[in-house]
Protein backbone atom coordinates (compact mmCIF):
# COMPACT_ATOMS: atom_id res chain seq x y z
CA UNK A 1 0.00 0.00 0.00
CA UNK A 2 1.45 3.55 -0.71
CA UNK A 3 2.52 5.61 2.09
CA UNK A 4 -0.44 8.29 1.81
CA UNK A 5 -4.02 7.66 1.35
CA UNK A 6 -6.37 10.37 -0.24
CA UNK A 7 -9.92 10.19 1.17
CA UNK A 8 -12.79 12.41 0.15
CA UNK A 9 -15.30 12.46 2.43
CA UNK A 10 -19.10 13.67 2.39
CA UNK A 11 -21.41 14.69 4.90
CA UNK A 12 -25.25 15.57 4.09
CA UNK A 13 -26.93 14.29 7.24
CA UNK A 14 -29.34 17.37 7.89
CA UNK A 15 -28.99 21.20 6.43
CA UNK A 16 -25.12 21.47 6.17
CA UNK A 17 -23.01 19.92 2.60
CA UNK A 18 -19.57 19.25 3.52
CA UNK A 19 -16.88 17.95 2.02
CA UNK A 20 -13.60 17.30 3.35
CA UNK A 21 -9.53 16.17 1.88
CA UNK A 22 -7.90 13.91 3.92
CA UNK A 23 -4.37 13.09 4.00
CA UNK A 24 -4.18 9.82 5.66
CA UNK A 25 -5.84 11.12 9.16
CA UNK A 26 -4.75 14.84 8.72
CA UNK A 27 -7.38 17.11 7.60
CA UNK A 28 -6.40 19.34 4.17
CA UNK A 29 -9.56 21.00 3.85
CA UNK A 30 -13.05 20.95 5.56
CA UNK A 31 -15.80 22.88 3.64
CA UNK A 32 -18.59 23.76 4.99
CA UNK A 33 -21.98 25.23 3.08
CA UNK A 34 -24.55 26.30 5.78
CA UNK A 35 -28.15 27.11 4.81
CA UNK A 36 -29.29 29.90 6.36
CA UNK A 37 -33.19 29.75 4.96
CA UNK A 38 -34.32 27.61 7.56
CA UNK A 39 -33.97 29.99 10.15
CA UNK A 40 -37.22 31.69 8.42
CA UNK A 41 -39.30 28.54 9.68
CA UNK A 42 -37.66 28.55 12.99
CA UNK A 43 -36.01 24.83 12.10
CA UNK A 44 -34.82 22.66 9.63
CA UNK A 45 -37.34 22.19 6.57
CA UNK A 46 -36.32 19.02 4.68
CA UNK A 47 -37.32 19.27 1.17
CA UNK A 48 -35.26 22.54 0.91
CA UNK A 49 -32.58 21.20 2.47
CA UNK A 50 -32.36 18.54 -0.02
CA UNK A 51 -32.83 20.80 -2.50
CA UNK A 52 -30.04 23.30 -1.45
CA UNK A 53 -27.35 20.16 -0.90
CA UNK A 54 -28.03 19.55 -4.60
CA UNK A 55 -27.32 22.80 -5.87
CA UNK A 56 -24.37 22.92 -3.14
CA UNK A 57 -22.46 19.63 -3.24
CA UNK A 58 -20.68 19.92 -6.75
CA UNK A 59 -19.24 23.71 -5.71
CA UNK A 60 -18.45 21.99 -2.17
CA UNK A 61 -16.38 19.16 -3.32
CA UNK A 62 -14.62 20.88 -6.10
CA UNK A 63 -13.49 23.77 -3.59
CA UNK A 64 -12.58 21.42 -1.11
CA UNK A 65 -10.45 19.16 -3.78
CA UNK A 66 -8.39 22.47 -4.95
CA UNK A 67 -7.91 23.61 -1.39
CA UNK A 68 -6.13 20.51 -0.79
CA UNK A 69 -4.13 21.22 -3.68
CA UNK A 70 -4.35 17.68 -5.26
CA UNK A 71 -6.45 16.48 -8.12
CA UNK A 72 -9.23 14.11 -8.44
CA UNK A 73 -7.32 10.97 -9.47
CA UNK A 74 -4.82 11.34 -6.79
CA UNK A 75 -8.23 9.99 -3.98
CA UNK A 76 -7.91 6.50 -2.97
CA UNK A 77 -11.01 6.20 -1.39
CA UNK A 78 -14.43 8.17 -1.36
CA UNK A 79 -16.28 8.11 2.65
CA UNK A 80 -20.04 9.82 2.76
CA UNK A 81 -22.62 9.93 5.56
CA UNK A 82 -24.84 6.69 5.01
CA UNK A 83 -27.42 7.90 7.97
CA UNK A 84 -28.97 8.61 10.34
CA UNK A 85 -30.41 11.58 8.91
CA UNK A 86 -33.27 13.34 6.68
CA UNK A 87 -33.93 10.85 3.95
CA UNK A 88 -33.45 13.46 0.89
CA UNK A 89 -30.23 14.98 2.29
CA UNK A 90 -28.54 12.23 2.90
CA UNK A 91 -29.33 10.58 -0.68
CA UNK A 92 -27.44 14.05 -2.24
CA UNK A 93 -24.72 12.60 -0.77
CA UNK A 94 -24.83 9.43 -1.38
CA UNK A 95 -25.83 9.60 -4.61
CA UNK A 96 -23.10 11.54 -5.48
CA UNK A 97 -20.17 9.60 -3.54
CA UNK A 98 -21.52 6.65 -5.91
CA UNK A 99 -21.01 8.26 -8.86
CA UNK A 100 -17.52 9.86 -8.26
CA UNK A 101 -16.31 6.20 -6.77
CA UNK A 102 -17.67 4.72 -10.01
CA UNK A 103 -16.08 7.16 -12.23
CA UNK A 104 -12.68 7.14 -10.82
CA UNK A 105 -13.08 3.40 -10.04
CA UNK A 106 -11.69 3.76 -6.10
CA UNK A 107 -13.27 2.34 -2.74
CA UNK A 108 -16.95 3.33 -1.42
CA UNK A 109 -16.59 3.86 2.33
CA UNK A 110 -20.25 4.06 4.02
CA UNK A 111 -20.05 5.62 7.44
CA UNK A 112 -22.23 5.94 10.60
CA UNK A 113 -23.18 10.04 11.02
CA UNK A 114 -23.15 8.89 15.19
CA UNK A 115 -19.95 7.30 15.11
CA UNK A 116 -18.26 9.64 13.37
CA UNK A 117 -19.26 12.41 15.45
CA UNK A 118 -17.15 10.11 18.37
CA UNK A 119 -14.19 9.06 16.29
CA UNK A 120 -13.46 12.56 15.21
CA UNK A 121 -10.97 12.83 18.33
CA UNK A 122 -8.74 10.55 15.93
CA UNK A 123 -8.12 13.52 13.66
CA UNK A 124 -4.70 14.81 13.95
CA UNK A 125 -4.43 18.04 15.20
CA UNK A 126 -1.12 20.00 16.32
CA UNK A 127 -1.41 20.02 20.41
CA UNK A 128 -4.68 17.74 20.27
CA UNK A 129 -3.97 14.43 22.67
CA UNK A 130 -6.08 11.81 21.33
CA UNK A 131 -8.17 9.30 23.46
CA UNK A 132 -7.13 5.73 24.00
CA UNK A 133 -9.43 3.09 24.01
CA UNK A 134 -11.57 2.22 25.79
CA UNK A 135 -12.84 5.74 26.55
CA UNK A 136 -16.58 6.72 27.29
CA UNK A 137 -18.13 9.10 24.63
CA UNK A 138 -21.13 11.43 25.27
CA UNK A 139 -22.30 12.47 22.00
CA UNK A 140 -24.61 15.65 22.36
CA UNK A 141 -26.72 17.22 19.29
CA UNK A 142 -29.85 18.12 18.06
CA UNK A 143 -31.32 14.68 17.80
CA UNK A 144 -29.07 12.03 19.53
CA UNK A 145 -28.06 11.77 23.00
CA UNK A 146 -25.76 9.11 23.76
CA UNK A 147 -23.51 7.43 25.97
CA UNK A 148 -21.26 5.36 23.90
CA UNK A 149 -18.60 2.95 25.22
CA UNK A 150 -15.99 2.64 22.80
CA UNK A 151 -13.67 0.24 22.77
CA UNK A 152 -11.73 0.02 19.38
CA UNK A 153 -12.55 1.52 15.85
CA UNK A 154 -14.50 -0.46 14.89
CA UNK A 155 -16.02 -1.77 18.42
CA UNK A 156 -18.50 0.90 20.13
CA UNK A 157 -21.65 0.27 22.67
CA UNK A 158 -24.17 2.64 23.51
CA UNK A 159 -24.58 2.13 27.18
CA UNK A 160 -27.33 4.89 27.67
CA UNK A 161 -29.36 7.32 25.28
CA UNK A 162 -32.50 9.44 25.44
CA UNK A 163 -36.00 7.79 25.62
CA UNK A 164 -37.43 10.93 23.82
CA UNK A 165 -35.82 14.14 22.94
CA UNK A 166 -32.72 14.95 22.30
CA UNK A 167 -30.46 17.48 24.48
CA UNK A 168 -29.99 19.84 21.36
CA UNK A 169 -33.99 19.98 20.64
CA UNK A 170 -34.24 20.53 24.33
CA UNK A 171 -32.19 23.96 23.96
CA UNK A 172 -33.47 24.57 20.82
CA UNK A 173 -37.03 24.39 22.04
CA UNK A 174 -36.76 26.05 25.16
CA UNK A 175 -35.25 29.22 23.27
CA UNK A 176 -38.04 28.92 21.28
CA UNK A 177 -40.34 29.03 24.08
CA UNK A 178 -38.27 32.59 25.61
CA UNK A 179 -39.04 33.68 21.96
CA UNK A 180 -35.50 33.55 20.64
CA UNK A 181 -34.71 32.97 16.67
CA UNK A 182 -33.59 29.69 15.65
CA UNK A 183 -30.93 27.99 15.97
CA UNK A 184 -31.36 29.37 19.66
CA UNK A 185 -29.40 26.44 21.59
CA UNK A 186 -26.08 28.78 20.62
CA UNK A 187 -28.24 31.92 22.15
CA UNK A 188 -28.98 29.99 25.73
CA UNK A 189 -25.40 29.35 26.08
CA UNK A 190 -24.48 33.18 25.09
CA UNK A 191 -27.15 34.65 27.68
CA UNK A 192 -26.48 31.97 30.66
CA UNK A 193 -22.61 33.26 30.76
CA UNK A 194 -24.65 36.43 32.23
CA UNK A 195 -26.91 35.16 34.49
CA UNK A 196 -27.15 33.19 37.77
CA UNK A 197 -27.42 29.45 36.94
CA UNK A 198 -29.46 29.13 40.48
CA UNK A 199 -31.97 31.87 39.65
CA UNK A 200 -34.63 29.41 38.84
CA UNK A 201 -34.93 25.61 39.78
CA UNK A 202 -36.31 23.14 37.27
CA UNK A 203 -36.59 19.54 38.55
CA UNK A 204 -34.35 16.85 36.85
CA UNK A 205 -36.22 13.86 35.35
CA UNK A 206 -36.16 10.63 36.99
CA UNK A 207 -34.98 8.10 34.36
CA UNK A 208 -33.28 4.72 35.07
CA UNK A 209 -29.88 3.57 34.72
CA UNK A 210 -27.89 5.27 32.30
CA UNK A 211 -30.57 6.84 29.88
CA UNK A 212 -31.79 10.36 29.74
CA UNK A 213 -35.02 12.14 29.23
CA UNK A 214 -36.13 15.40 28.08
CA UNK A 215 -39.77 16.17 26.91
CA UNK A 216 -40.64 16.65 30.58
CA UNK A 217 -38.26 19.28 31.45
CA UNK A 218 -39.22 21.04 28.20
CA UNK A 219 -42.63 21.19 29.22
CA UNK A 220 -41.77 22.18 32.83
CA UNK A 221 -40.15 25.36 31.39
CA UNK A 222 -42.86 26.27 28.92
CA UNK A 223 -45.53 26.33 32.26
CA UNK A 224 -43.08 27.63 34.00
CA UNK A 225 -43.21 30.55 31.68
CA UNK A 226 -46.51 30.84 31.39
CA UNK A 227 -47.05 31.50 34.67
CA UNK A 228 -44.92 34.29 35.31
CA UNK A 229 -45.56 36.15 32.02
CA UNK A 230 -48.91 36.09 33.12
CA UNK A 231 -48.42 37.85 36.23
CA UNK A 232 -45.74 40.19 34.71
CA UNK A 233 -45.61 40.54 30.82
CA UNK A 234 -42.02 41.49 30.88
CA UNK A 235 -40.78 38.64 32.62
CA UNK A 236 -39.04 37.06 30.12
CA UNK A 237 -36.99 40.37 29.62
CA UNK A 238 -36.29 41.34 32.69
CA UNK A 239 -34.81 38.06 33.71
CA UNK A 240 -33.20 36.65 30.58
CA UNK A 241 -30.13 36.09 31.65
CA UNK A 242 -31.06 34.14 34.73
CA UNK A 243 -33.45 31.94 33.22
CA UNK A 244 -30.86 30.69 30.33
CA UNK A 245 -28.24 30.36 32.79
CA UNK A 246 -30.73 28.38 34.87
CA UNK A 247 -32.37 26.20 31.75
CA UNK A 248 -27.95 25.39 30.86
CA UNK A 249 -27.24 24.54 34.43
CA UNK A 250 -30.31 21.80 34.72
CA UNK A 251 -29.01 20.30 31.81
CA UNK A 252 -25.96 20.40 32.16
CA UNK A 253 -26.66 18.78 35.50
CA UNK A 254 -28.61 15.92 34.27
CA UNK A 255 -25.71 15.10 31.23
CA UNK A 256 -23.03 15.11 33.95
CA UNK A 257 -25.31 13.15 36.57
CA UNK A 258 -25.48 10.15 34.24
CA UNK A 259 -22.02 10.63 33.58
CA UNK A 260 -20.82 10.02 36.88
CA UNK A 261 -22.97 6.55 36.90
CA UNK A 262 -21.44 5.47 33.35
CA UNK A 263 -17.48 6.29 35.09
CA UNK A 264 -18.92 4.32 38.21
CA UNK A 265 -20.23 1.49 36.68
CA UNK A 266 -17.33 1.21 34.04
CA UNK A 267 -14.53 2.25 36.01
CA UNK A 268 -13.71 3.83 33.02
CA UNK A 269 -12.36 7.67 33.49
CA UNK A 270 -11.86 8.79 30.20
CA UNK A 271 -14.32 11.10 28.84
CA UNK A 272 -14.50 12.60 24.89
CA UNK A 273 -17.77 14.19 24.08
CA UNK A 274 -18.68 15.07 20.34
CA UNK A 275 -21.67 16.19 18.99
CA UNK A 276 -22.91 20.15 17.92
CA UNK A 277 -24.32 20.52 21.44
CA UNK A 278 -20.50 19.47 22.46
CA UNK A 279 -20.03 23.14 21.28
CA UNK A 280 -21.77 24.95 24.43
CA UNK A 281 -19.38 26.97 26.81
CA UNK A 282 -20.89 25.34 29.81
CA UNK A 283 -20.84 21.56 28.86
CA UNK A 284 -17.06 22.30 27.90
CA UNK A 285 -16.05 24.27 31.66
CA UNK A 286 -18.20 21.77 33.61
CA UNK A 287 -16.61 18.64 31.90
CA UNK A 288 -12.63 20.06 32.04
CA UNK A 289 -13.53 20.98 35.82
CA UNK A 290 -13.93 16.85 36.53
CA UNK A 291 -10.23 16.16 35.83
CA UNK A 292 -9.19 17.91 38.86
CA UNK A 293 -12.44 17.45 40.99
CA UNK A 294 -13.11 13.81 39.73
CA UNK A 295 -9.15 12.66 38.34
CA UNK A 296 -11.44 12.16 35.20
CA UNK A 297 -9.11 12.75 31.78
CA UNK A 298 -11.24 14.25 29.38
CA UNK A 299 -11.37 15.15 25.46
CA UNK A 300 -12.95 17.78 24.05
CA UNK A 301 -12.70 18.38 19.87
CA UNK A 302 -12.16 21.71 18.26
CA UNK A 303 -15.06 23.73 17.47
CA UNK A 304 -15.24 22.82 13.89
CA UNK A 305 -15.47 19.09 14.85
CA UNK A 306 -18.21 19.27 16.86
CA UNK A 307 -20.96 20.30 14.37
CA UNK A 308 -22.13 18.59 11.25
CA UNK A 309 -18.37 18.47 9.22
CA UNK A 310 -16.86 15.91 6.59
CA UNK A 311 -13.38 15.39 7.95
CA UNK A 312 -15.13 13.56 10.74
CA UNK A 313 -16.66 11.15 8.43
CA UNK A 314 -13.18 10.96 6.50
CA UNK A 315 -11.32 9.75 9.86
CA UNK A 316 -13.59 7.11 9.89
CA UNK A 317 -13.39 6.18 6.02
CA UNK A 318 -9.41 6.06 6.75
CA UNK A 319 -9.55 3.57 9.26
CA UNK A 320 -12.04 1.34 7.25
CA UNK A 321 -10.02 1.68 4.16
CA UNK A 322 -6.77 0.20 6.26
CA UNK A 323 -9.32 -2.72 7.19
CA UNK A 324 -10.44 -2.89 3.83
CA UNK A 325 -13.97 -2.35 4.77
CA UNK A 326 -15.52 -1.30 1.55
CA UNK A 327 -18.93 -1.06 0.10
CA UNK A 328 -20.58 -1.77 -2.72
CA UNK A 329 -23.15 0.93 -4.94
CA UNK A 330 -25.89 -1.49 -3.29
CA UNK A 331 -25.56 0.22 -0.39
CA UNK A 332 -28.62 1.85 0.65
CA UNK A 333 -28.56 5.89 2.80
CA UNK A 334 -31.25 5.24 6.20
CA UNK A 335 -32.64 7.65 7.66
CA UNK A 336 -32.20 5.93 10.72
CA UNK A 337 -29.50 3.32 11.29
CA UNK A 338 -28.03 0.59 13.27
CA UNK A 339 -25.67 1.68 15.88
Known amino acids: MKKNVYT???ESSCDDTSAAILCNDKVLSNIV?????HEEYGGVVPELASRAHQQNIVPVVD???KKANITKEDLDCIAFTQGPGLMGSLLVGGS???SMSMALEIPLIAINHMKAHILAHFIDEENYEKPTFPFLALTISGGHTQIV???????L????????DAVGEAFDKSAKILGLPYPGGPLIDKYAQEGNPKAFQFTKPKVEGLNFSFSGLKTQILYFVQKNVAINPNFIEENRNDICASIQYTIINILMDKLKIAVQETGIKQIAIGGGVSANSGIRKTLKGTES?????TYIPKFE??????AMIGIVGYYNYLENNFNTNTITSKARIEF
Open 305 to 310: YTTDNA
Open 8 to 10: LAI
Open 63 to 65: VAI
Open 96 to 98: FAK
Open 157 to 164: KIIGETTD
Open 33 to 37: ARQAI
Open 293 to 297: KLGWK
Open 149 to 155: QVNSFFD
